[in-house]
Nanobody, 124 residues
Framework: QVQLVETGGGLVQAGGSLRLSCAAS????????MGWFRQAPGKEREFVAA????????FYADSAKGRFTISRDNAKDTVYLQMNSLKPEDTAVYYC?????????????????WGQGTQVTVSS
């Protein structure tokens, strides 16, 4: 089992920045690819970004490219999502996820593990 706990959400004005963190515990964190997803009210959960287990490969949804950066610190068992130039349409609950395979995080298949989510609200 891998337990994931997200922190860093909050209320920010449009154009502002937030950094989300996801701390992992349980099985060897560095063996897992990590990802961020989000779900806005009335919408399905969608992929935002993913990073391979070693951190050498990153993937982004088109909506995140150029504004969001995913990174990981395997010494701290933590993955981050730096979000810049935030827009009201970025408002959502953001979820951290983990899977053995990076490709799962970028597919429609549910990852093995999910966090509980953290709310991000961007005001106009």
């Amino acid at each position: 089992q891998v337990q994931l706990v997200e922190t860093g959400g909050g209320l920010v004005q449009a154009g502002g920045s937030l950094r989300l963190s996801c701390a992992a515990s349980g099985r060897t964190y560095s063996n897992y690819a990590m990802g961020w997803f989000r779900q806005a009210p009335g919408k399905e959960r969608e992929f935002v970004a993913a990073i391979s287990s070693g951190g050498g490969s990153t993937f982004y949804a088109d909506s995140a490219k150029g504004r969001f950066t995913i990174s990981r610190d395997n010494a701290k068992d933590t993955v981050y999502l730096q979000m810049n130039s935030l827009k009201p349409e970025d408002t959502a609950v953001y979820y951290c996820a983990a899977d053995t395979y990076t490709i799962i995080l970028t597919s429609t298949v549910n990852p093995e593990y999910w966090g509980q989510g953290t709310q991000v609200t961007v005001s106009s």
